[in-house]
T-cell receptor, first 114, second 111 residues
Framework: DSGVTQTPKHLITATGQRVTLRCSPR?????VYWYQQSLDQGLQFLIQ???????AKGNILERFSAQQFPDLHSELNLSSLELGDSALYFC?????????????FGPGTRLTVL | EDQVTQSPEALRLQEGESSSLNCSYT??????LFWYRQDPGKGPEFLFT???AGEEKEKERLKATLTKKESFLHITAPKPEDSATYLC????????????FGTGTSLTVIP
């Protein structure tokens, strides 16, 4: 158990819908990272927040958005869902802002878009 | 285009048979190279961070090395519990400290 929690574990929804994935980092960690893992593209970095501020941004679609709240939990919002958005979404956390310290990954949320 | 390539895609070893996994990268401005282990259906588990060419790190049966354009993960006398997918990732300064992952090497160690 990494200490990072993600909810829900599984999510099944339809095309065009909007969902919110939630992540609680390890106690004391200020950085939260979001990743998408699909069978055809592997693990893709989406975005990093540090203490509420966006720190680094990957190839995150405009339909996706994220934020980190004052209590440091983070949410990833996915809207206008397409079949290709079906994937495992991982959240990770670390102490520092720079990204070089150890990232601890959560168990993931499996999103299925029908 | 920044890219991370891992080889081989899959590797089957007999227990005790040592081997190496390769990760080559073409990013400009390497901040760090990371190795992770991922078991099926679980999140990646951190193994090592390497920062500069010539650096080596070890943990139990694993040893990671870094050159200017590639990294190797050496597995010495593997055991069945080492079976997993091993992921390599880099963080690049020239693209705002983004992370790029390879598609992984799936390792199976046969008793």
């Amino acid at each position: 158990d990494s200490g990072v929690t993600q909810t829900p574990k599984h999510l099944i929804t339809a095309t065009g819908q909007r969902v919110t994935l939630r992540c609680s980092p390890r106690s004391g960690d200020l950085s939260v990272y979001w990743y998408q893992q699909s069978l055809d593209q592997g693990l893709q970095f989406l975005i990093q927040y540090y203490n509420g501020e966006e720190r680094a941004k990957g190839n995150i679609l405009e339909r996706f958005s994220a934020q980190q709240f004052p209590d440091l939990h983070s949410e990833l919002n996915l809207s206008s869902l397409e079949l290709g958005d079906s994937a495992l979404y991982f959240c990770a956390s670390s102490v520092a802002a720079g990204g070089l310290d150890t990232q601890y990954f959560g168990p993931g949320t499996r999103l299925t878009v029908l | 285009e920044d890219q991370v390539t891992q080889s081989p895609e899959a590797l089957r070893l007999q227990e005790g048979e040592s081997s190496s996994l390769n990760c080559s990268y073409t990013v400009s401005g390497l901040r760090g190279l990371f190795w992770y282990r991922q078991d099926p259906g679980k999140g990646p588990e951190f193994l090592f961070t390497l920062y500069s060419a010539g650096e080596e790190k070890e943990k139990e049966r694993l040893k990671a090395t870094l050159t200017k354009k590639e990294s190797f993960l050496h597995i010495t006398a593997p055991k069945p519990e080492d079976s997993a997918t091993y992921l390599c990732a880099v963080q690049a300064t020239n693209t705002g400290n983004q992370f790029y992952f390879g598609t992984g090497t799936s390792l199976t160690v046969i008793p």
